[in-house]
């Protein structure tokens, strides 16, 4: 059973707008949670994190959500830029074992010139 | 700076045949992982080093051993292959800074070994 949901397997969205990319997670004792971005053929590579102390955290055009109540975070860029298109899985993990990130499925980002 | 190398890039195997993954990481990081990458399922975490001379099962361990050589390289080996391995591998490694709680940093990937089983 997944503990981490990416429920939308793509986004297209036009460049210039905001994209929102969202995940959905389980298990409450996950308290740290990340970004990555994915292009084909090539490693996923790290974009952005968030631990459980905060609900925001910004870094340029990326801005990372959480709502732990919801159990749901979210990744807004803005604005958006053909060279963001790209697979991006949120990952979780909790204290207690912080060597095991659990991914979600991923979401495929097209973002239009 | 190299980062996260990978070998093979491809490999194709027939079921039953064996194969040793290789990663090496010049990062000097502490913590190496491997996962695997199936269509609509993310990556999964197989096993991982937390440090050099330990090993631990991750998410979906079965069918694979791992040997962490020294501190730069990490080994995934398929004894006897299945169809069912067939995935796209990636080895990753970690940097931890400990204290009275872990400060997390995030995992370094490499390229990814594309492996069919046949």
């Known amino acids: 059973d997944q503990q981490v949901k990416q429920n939308s397997p793509s986004l297209s969205v036009q460049e210039g707008r905001i994209s929102i990319l969202n995940c959905d997670y389980t298990?409450?004792?996950?308290?740290?949670f990340l970004w990555y971005k994915k292009y084909p053929a090539e490693g996923p590579t790290f974009l952005i994190s968030?631990?459980?102390?905060?609900d925001k955290n910004e870094d340029g055009r990326f801005t990372v959500f959480l709502n732990k109540s919801a159990k749901h975070l979210s990744l807004h860029i803005v604005p958006s830029q053909p060279g963001d298109s790209a697979v991006y899985f949120c990952?979780?993990?909790?204290?207690?074992?912080?060597?095991?990130?659990?991914f979600g499925s991923g979401t495929k980002l097209n973002v239009k010139p | 700076n190299a980062g996260v190398t990978q070998t093979p890039k491809f490999q194709v195997l027939k079921t039953g045949q064996s194969m040793t993954l290789q990663c090496a990481q010049d990062?000097?990081?502490?913590?190496m992982y491997w996962y695997r990458q199936d269509p609509g399922m993310g990556l999964r975490l197989i096993y991982y080093?937390?440090?050099?001379?330990?090993?631990d099962k991750g998410e979906v361990p079965n069918g694979y051993n791992v040997s962490r050589l020294n501190k730069r390289e990490f080994s995934l080996r398929l004894e006897s292959a299945a169809p069912s391995q067939t995935s796209v591998y990636f080895c990753?490694?970690?940097?931890?800074?400990?204290?009275?709680?872990?400060?997390?940093?995030?995992?370094?990937f490499g390229p990814g070994t594309r492996l069919t089983v046949l």
């Open positions: 990062m000097n990081h502490n913590s």
């Open positions: 968030i631990s459980s102390i905060k």
């Open positions: 990753a490694s970690r940097s931890l800074l400990a204290g009275a709680s872990p400060i997390y940093n995030e995992q370094f």
């Open positions: 298990n409450s004792m996950f308290d740290y």
């Open positions: 990952a979780a993990s909790a204290m207690n074992n912080f060597n095991k990130f659990y």
């Open positions: 080093s937390a440090s050099e001379g330990t090993t």
